[in-house]
């Protein structure tokens, strides 16, 4: 996962995290209910789910993060500890087919 990651870290140094948050918001649109969310030089990428319920009726959101990445001294670094490996590999496929 180490290599994955580093590939995801490469993206996001190309631009701005800006860029990168639009970038990653086209790529995961037709995909699973994702929200990525851009605070100051912090970027989250959600991952939200419905539990419970019948048939959509009363279930609960929930979200979990999946991937977050801070800006340090001019270069933008992936937080490993909270990358989720399926989102990550996904990721990196997605990014492959640019």
Known sequence: ???KLQ???TWANMGTMRQFQI???ARLADEEDYDVQLEEDTLRVYKNEKKG???GIGARKSSKLVLE???EDERVIVQKDS???EFVDKLN???KHH
Do not use: Q
């Open 1 to 3: 996962m180490e290599k």
């Open 7 to 9: 590939e995801i870290d």
């Open 23 to 25: 970038e990653l918001t």
């Open 53 to 55: 319920g019948f048939l």
């Open 69 to 71: 990445m801070r800006k």
């Open 83 to 85: 990358a989720d490996p």
């Open 93 to 95: 496929d997605l990014l």
